[in-house]
C-alpha cells in the first residue's frame, strides 16, 4: 500500500445542530509538518470543526480520513493519533498531575510510563507539581498539564482550541515552545484561535472561518503579516 | 484483551481513587442507610406488625434509594473540566468505560448493601436465618445488576438539563424484577426457609445482573457518544 503523506484529509465536513448549520461543506488536506490556525468570530463554526477533526463530534456529512483511514467511530485505535488540547483540560481536579496522566496513558495503552510521564511533566516546567493535586493548580498549570496530557501518546495530530485563554504570560512562554518544538518536530497542528499574534507565530498555513466556510486559506508566505489583522476583519465583514 | 482488561482497571482505579479523596458518594449512601434504619425502627409499630415480615422490603428499597444517591453522581465528577470527554476521545471501547464504571460503583455499594443489612439486623433484631452466605450472595448480585442499570441511565441523565432528578423516574420501572426476586429471597432466608427454595430467585437475580450488564456494555456508546 502506497504510503500517504497527508496526515488528515477532510472533504465536505458539515455539521448541523438542528436547523443551525455551524460548519459548511469544509475541505481540508494536511501534510506532516503543516501547523494550521484557524481564526474566526464567536460562532463562525472553528470548535465544531475541531471536533469532528479530533472525531470528538460526528459529521452530518463528509469524511475524515487520518493517515488515509476513514474515521470509525466504532473503533478507536485511531484516536492514538490524534491529541486534543481544548479551552477544558479533560483533567479530574483531586487526581495528582501524575496521576492524571498515568490515568490517560494506560487508556492508550502506553507502556514506558514511568520514564514517560517525568518527562512530559519537565517540558511544561510541572516537576516540582507532580504530586499535587489539580485543584491545587493554577490556571496555567493546569493548562499545561493538559498540554502534557494531549501530547503524552506522542500523536501525529495535534488539536488546539483556544490553547491560550486565560494564561499568563509566563504560561503562554511555555505553550508557545512546546508548540513550536512540535512545528519544528515536524507534527501536523490544527490551532483554533481569536489571537491572531500568536496564532501567526507559529502558523506555516493560516485560514478564516466564516459562518461556517473557511472564506479564506493559504500559506503564510502569502500572508503579509503587519496588515493581517486588516484583511482578517475585511474577509470575516465579507 | 489485555490492554482492554488494563483499561477497565485503570478506570475503577481512578474512580475508586477520586472515591477516597472526595468521600462524597460512600459518606451519602453510608448515612443513608444508617438513618433508613434508624426512621423505619420508630415507625413501625412491633406490636402488630412483625419486623421479620417487613424487613427484606425495606431492606431492598432502602438499597436502591441509597444506592441511587451515590450512583447518580457517578459522572458529575467526570462531567467538570470535560473529563469525560478526554476518556471518551481514548482509544478504550466504550464497554470498556461502561464496564471499569460499574465495576467501580459495585465496588462501592456492595459495603453499603452489608451495612444496610447490618443496620436492619442491629434496629429490628432480625434472624438473619440459617444461610447468611446465600443472603449476602443475594445482596451481591443485586447491587451488580442495580449499577449496571443505574450506571447506563446516570449517563442518560447527566447528559440531560434535569441531571439527577430524571435518574429515579428512568431507573425505578425497570429495577421492578430485582426487587421482586431479590425481596423474595431475602424474606425467605431470613424467615428459615430451605436454601433449594430460594435457588430460582437467586438465579433470577443473577440472569438480571448478567442481562443488564451485556445491555450496558452494547447501549453505552450510543449514550455518550455525539
Redesign the interface.
Known amino acids: 500500500m502506497e504510503a500517504t503523506r497527508s496526515v488528515i484529509e477532510a472533504r465536505g465536513l458539515v455539521r448541523e445542530y438542528g436547523p443551525v448549520v455551524a460548519v459548511d461543506g469544509v475541505d481540508l488536506v494536511l501534510d506532516e509538518g503543516e501547523f494550521l490556525v484557524i481564526f474566526g468570530p464567536n460562532g463562525a463554526g472553528k470548535s465544531s470543526l475541531l ?1 469532528m477533526l ?5 459529521p452530518t456529512h463528509g469524511t475524515v480520513s487520518i493517515r488515509g483511514t476513514p474515521l470509525d ?2 473503533d ?2 485511531w ?2 493519533r ?1 491529541g ?1 488540547l ?1 479551552h ?8 495528582t498531575a501524575e ?1 492524571n496522566l498515568r ?2 496513558g ?4 502506553l507502556r514506558d510510563l514511568d520514564e514517560r510521564i517525568p518527562e512530559r511533566l519537565a517540558r511544561v516546567g510541572l516537576t516540582n507539581r507532580a504530586r499535587f ?2 485543584r491545587q493548580l493554577s490556571h496555567g498549570m ?1 493548562q499545561r498539564l493538559a498540554l502534557a ?1 494531549a501530547l503524552l501518546h506522542d500523536p501525529d495530530l495535534v488539536l488546539l482550541d483556544e490553547p491560550y485563554t486565560g494564561l499568563d504570560p509566563s504560561a503562554a512562554s511555555v505553550l508557545r515552545d512546546v508548540l513550536r518544538e512540535l512545528r519544528d518536530g515536524h507534527r501536523t497542528v490544527v490551532m483554533v484561535t481569536h489571537n491572531l499574534t500568536e496564532g501567526l507565530k507559529l502558523a506555516t498555513r493560516v485560514a478564516i472561518q466564516v459562518a461556517g466556510r473557511l472564506a479564506w486559506e493559504g500559506p503564510t508566505t502569502e500572508v503579509d503579516r503587519d496588515t493581517f489583522d486588516t484583511f482578517y476583519h475585511e474577509v470575516v465583514e465579507g | 484483551m489485555s490492554l482492554y482488561l488494563s483499561q477497565i482497571r485503570v478506570i475503577v482505579w481512578k474512580d475508586l481513587l477520586l472515591e477516597f479523596r472526595t468521600r462524597e458518594r460512600i459518606v451519602a449512601m453510608g448515612a443513608f442507610a444508617v438513618l433508613s434504619g434508624v426512621l423505619f425502627n420508630y415507625s413501625l409499630d412491633t406490636a402488630r406488625v412483625a419486623p421479620q415480615d417487613v424487613a427484606a422490603g425495606l431492606i431492598w428499597m432502602t438499597l436502591v434509594f441509597g444506592g441511587l444517591l451515590g450512583v447518580g453522581r457517578t459522572f458529575y465528577l467526570e462531567a467538570q473540566d470535560g473529563a469525560m470527554q478526554g476518556v471518551l476521545m481514548s482509544p478504550a471501547p466504550k464497554d470498556a468505560v461502561y464496564l471499569g464504571k460499574t465495576l467501580a460503583n459495585f465496588t462501592l455499594l456492595f459495603p453499603v448493601a452489608l451495612l444496610v443489612l447490618g443496620v436492619f439486623w442491629l434496629f429490628f433484631g432480625l434472624d438473619l436465618g440459617s444461610s447468611p452466605g446465600m443472603l449476602v450472595l443475594a445482596l451481591a448480585l443485586g447491587s451488580l445488576g442495580f449499577v449496571a442499570l443505574s450506571t447506563l441511565f446516570a449517563a442518560v441523565s447527566s447528559g440531560t438539563h434535569m441531571g439527577e432528578t430524571l435518574l429515579p423516574i428512568l431507573v425505578f420501572p425497570l429495577l421492578v424484577p430485582m426487587v421482586i426476586y431479590g425481596a423474595g429471597a431475602t424474606g425467605r432466608i431470613m424467615v428459615g426457609r430451605p436454601v433449594e427454595e430460594v435457588t430460582g430467585n437467586i438465579q433470577m437475580l443473577a440472569a438480571f445482573a448478567l442481562i443488564t450488564l451485556a445491555a450496558g456494555a452494547v447501549l453505552f456508546r450510543f449514550v455518550v457518544e455525539d
Open positions: 471536533g479530533g472525531g470528538a463530534l460526528r467511530f466504532s478507536g485505535d484516536r492514538r490524534v486534543v481544548s477544558k483540560g479533560f483533567l479530574y481536579a483531586h487526581l496521576e490515568f490517560y494506560r487508556l492508550f495503552g493535586e489539580v493546569r496530557r
